[in-house]
């Protein structure tokens, strides 16, 4: 007989019973029976939007046939994986998904939080194939998206080169920037300003105080981005540029620029977390999501960047995608995701403070 | 004497009966709250002692979360904020709410039926969908500006990405909130009362203001009540028809959740506005029991 594993009734214990009970009950993702019934049923997180059709469409069919499974996506808000909830299943024993993909801070935080197993060449045998740039411990970065300037070819005739623009006084009330990944916005100040990231001091809020006649709006979700863009409500701004894309692709007369002084990419890990289900499966899965084919769909698509080499891009899609050659991915700035988690606190009590100001 | 005490028996047998059976009746109801309600707030509590940094939670518990809310002028600003936007919009919707619920009181059949689709056909509408849609009104480039201009204003007021927005974005929403009890508490006065007034000689101005208002307080209690506590955790109206620029402590606690990883410092922050919440509750309670008890 093994040894029976005694309850031990500690709080950290109850707290993550009752995290991962509540988790289940309060949960906006509610899974069907039928996925659970499935032996061969997988279940990933999923993005909301034109990429999680572009999935559910395009990336996931071909590879169900070719495995056998079924895929269950679980979408998440606003294209965000809900990490507390994550920790809590993770420590319960019981992630409800295999496949997380993850914002590189909430990578930051699962790495420090020992939620996600480690990924090699092994496991991922089209690691071959990526930029190393893009392949973290735990998993590869794909999907890279951009933050650089959107502006209005109908009422900024000069394609503006520099951040410095959104500053210029003839853009009162007319420039936008987002609130959700603020800190771009100050790395962006401090870039324009200094040439580096980081620090973020009195001197980067001063700078920001110098561009708040200019602003009309700090927005918050893509869908945001895009109206204000798509009604010329805002002429110049930092916006993503796939957001930026949708709605030149809807006649918008838009364009989206990455300045001289460097640009932000972005992308997210596809990790798997600890007690997952099926570990071999995800790594398959994770796999076909590197290759060239799945890659090609998702620019086509959803407007999403890769970091595969094989990947070509039709003139189209590379005339919206800023990262799509190695050069112009040199230019991105370099992040330290660390400093920012570390720092993030200090950093919005004094964004709010900003705001409120 | 004996057939007395024989009906009192069974009186209280059959109370006893009712009691079971109505105990019975809420148990379904008592457990779904038990579950949903009563052991995530303990949760929130317990939660509310850890400490966070850089992601990683401390293994120790402390008040130091309790000691940030009071501490930090950035978080009671936000605190003062979510108060003042609070009455104001309570007051907006009973202002524009009252006059709604007379006229539902007044209207007959269809109308009625129509007024009231009118006022809760917002809440049927997504919020994401219903807040972007305002930029179609009030933005820069919406209805009302283009109007403006076209008058001859050349620089038109800014009607959204402030304090004015979050309270048109809201007020539209929650008017539904104060009509239905401020109509429950008029459809509820006896006509013959207002009858007798009027039959006295009083103007249909004396009717309302002594008869009609006094007697209809109750709903207009409630009816603020609820509008001011359901605007304390406004989140979206804020971020969307605010600009961002009108920071509630909603946004302050998704963020630390979202953002920092800081659910310790979270819960607190929600404990001490479930708090504030219960405060204002039992206050609105207490002076509806005021306006009720000479009836």
């Known amino acids: 007989m093994g040894a029976r594993k005694q309850f031990d009734p500690t709080r950290r214990r109850f707290l993550s019973l009752s995290g991962s009970v509540l988790a289940a009950v309060a949960s906006p993702f509610v899974m069907s029976a039928k996925a659970w019934a499935q032996s061969k049923t997988f279940v990933i997180y999923s993005f909301d939007g034109v990429l999680g059709r572009a999935f559910k469409e395009q990336v996931i069919p071909p590879f169900e046939q070719q495995h056998g499974v079924r895929i269950e996506t679980i979408t998440m808000p606003g294209s965000v994986p809900p990490m507390q909830k994550v920790k809590a299943m993770v420590e319960a024993g019981r992630p409800e998904a295999d496949v997380i993909p993850m914002q590189l801070t909430d990578y930051v935080f699962a790495r420090r939080n020992n939620l996600v197993i480690p990924l090699g060449p092994s496991d991922i045998p089209e690691y071959k194939n990526l930029y190393p740039q893009f392949i973290t411990e735990h998993g590869p970065g794909l999907l890279l998206w951009s933050y650089g300037i959107a502006y209005n070819t109908r009422h900024i005739k000069e394609e503006p080169s520099s951040w410095r623009e959104l500053w210029n006084p003839a853009y009162k009330g007319r420039v936008a920037i987002n609130d959700p990944i603020f800190e771009h916005v100050l790395q962006m100040v401090n870039l324009t300003y200094s040439g580096k990231l980081l620090p973020i001091n009195d001197q980067t809020f001063a700078r920001l105080s110098e561009l708040r006649p200019n602003l009309l709006t700090l927005y918050t979700t893509g869908a945001q981005a895009e109206q204000l863009l798509r009604r010329e409500e805002v002429w110049i701004g930092g916006m993503w540029n796939s957001r930026t894309a949708a709605v030149q692709d809807e006649g918008v007369p838009v364009r989206f620029i990455a300045p001289k002084e460097g640009f932000f990419v972005r992308y997210n890990p596809f990790c798997i977390p600890r007690g997952a289900r099926d570990p071999d499966l995800a790594k398959t899965w994770i796999n076909y999501v590197c290759s060239k084919e799945p890659q090609g769909l998702i620019a086509e698509k959803g407007y999403q960047g890769s970091p595969n080499k094989e990947v070509v891009y039709s003139e189209h899609i590379k005339s919206r995608l800023i990262v799509t050659d190695p050069n112009v991915i040199q230019r991105a700035v370099k992040e330290d995701f660390d400093a920012i988690v570390d720092n993030v606190a200090d950093w919005r009590r004094r964004w709010d403070a900003w705001k409120q100001a | ?295």
């Open chain 2, 1 to 295: 004497m004996v057939e007395r005490g024989w009906g009192a028996s069974s009186l209280s047998s059959d109370r006893e009966e009712v009691s079971k059976g109505l105990w019975l009746l809420l148990t379904p109801a008592a457990l779904l709250y038990l579950i949903t309600f009563l052991a995530p707030l303990v949760v929130l509590l317990l939660v509310s002692f850890e400490r966070t940094t850089g992601g990683v939670t401390a293994s120790s518990i402390s008040l130091q979360n309790y000691a940030d809310f009071f501490s930090d002028g950035v978080t009671l600003r936000a605190v003062g904020r979510t108060l003042y936007l609070s009455f104001a919009i309570a007051l907006g919707c009973l202002l524009l709410g009252y006059p709604v619920a007379l006229s539902m009181r007044r209207a007959q059949g269809a109308v009625r039926l129509l007024l009231l689709f009118l006022v809760i056909s917002p809440l049927l509408t997504s919020v994401i969908v219903r807040n972007v849609s305002w930029i179609l009104i009030l933005g820069r480039e919406g209805l009302i500006n283009v109007v403006l201009r076209e008058l001859g204003v050349s620089d038109p007021p800014r009607l959204m990405y402030n304090d004015l927005g979050v309270m048109i974005g809201v007020v539209h929403v929650y008017l539904a909130f104060v009509v239905l009890p401020v109509f429950a508490s008029l459809a509820s006065i006896d006509p013959a009362v207002e009858e007798s007034a009027a039959s006295l000689g009083a103007s249909p101005t004396r009717v309302f203001l002594h008869i009609t208002l006094p007697l209809s307080v109750p709903g207009v209690i409630a009816g603020f009540t609820l509008v001011f506590v359901l605007c304390i955790g406004i989140y979206l109206t804020p971020v969307v028809m605010g600009g961002n620029f009108v920071v509630t402590i909603s946004m302050i606690i998704a963020d630390l959740v979202r953002t920092q990883f800081d659910v310790g410092r979270a819960s607190a922050f929600s404990v001490m506005v479930l708090l504030m919440v219960s405060v204002l509750v039992w206050a609105g309670r207490q002076y509806e029991r005021r306006h009720e008890s000479p009836r």
